[in-house]
């Protein structure tokens, strides 16, 4: 059975980092496409990361600078790299590969 994990959240200072980690388990085809979500308190879920074709990075403005996607090693692996977080960070953090269904999240909290 096709199996989405997200993993790596938690509770942190500001100015503190946290990598998230998503895998897809079970899969058997490579993944080329990958969203990174954060459905902050009150507002709608956003895109903050992307990898698009040619394992191009893309970035929300306000995440710019102090967040980083990667691809992992394994296969259907990828990582968000956070740092110098900020409260308004606070959400849940979703990771959302090319026709995967939504996964529970990682609650990421930042202490202001």
């Known amino acids: 059975q096709v199996q989405l994990v997200e993993s790596g959240g938690g509770l942190v200072q500001t100015g503190g980092s946290l990598k998230l980690s998503c895998a897809v388990l079970g899969f058997a085809s490579r993944i080329y496409f990958v969203d990174w979500y954060r459905q902050e308190p009150g507002k709608e879920r956003e895109v903050v990361a992307s990898i698009i074709q040619g394992d191009i990075p893309n970035y929300a403005d306000a995440v710019k600078g102090r967040f980083t996607i990667s691809v992992g090693s394994a296969k259907n692996t990828w990582y968000l790299q956070m740092n110098n977080l900020k409260p308004e960070d606070t959400g849940i953090y979703y990771c959302?590969?090319?026709?995967?269904?939504w996964g529970q999240g990682t609650q990421v909290t930042v202490s202001s």
């Open positions: 959302k590969p090319t026709r995967m269904k």
